[in-house]
């Protein structure tokens, strides 16, 4: 996959479960359309955390690897239906 371009980056590392999810949510409702948000976290929990709340919200988890003892997720806001 080629390098993905963030838009915003969430710093959500020694944020315990739910806290990197809450941030997320919240930071994400700022973004337009389309933008992508990177998201930094060192809780293990959120492996399984933000693909399920990708799912949940309708947005798009692009990629998410291990960097050094963190997790880095990219996920790309999706248009919010009415």
Avoid: Y
Avoid at 59 to 80: A, C, I, P, Q
């Amino acid at each position: 996959m080629p390098d993905i371009k963030e838009d915003v980056v969430l710093d959500a590392r020694n944020l315990l479960c739910p806290m990197p999810v809450v941030k997320a949510g919240k930071q994400i409702r700022t973004l337009e359309d389309g933008q992508i948000l990177k998201i930094l976290a060192t809780d293990r929990g959120s492996i399984a955390d933000f693909p399920a709340w990708a799912d949940d919200t309708g947005n798009e988890l692009l990629e998410w690897h291990e960097e050094d003892g963190t997790f880095v997720f990219f996920v790309r806001k999706v248009e919010e239906e009415d």
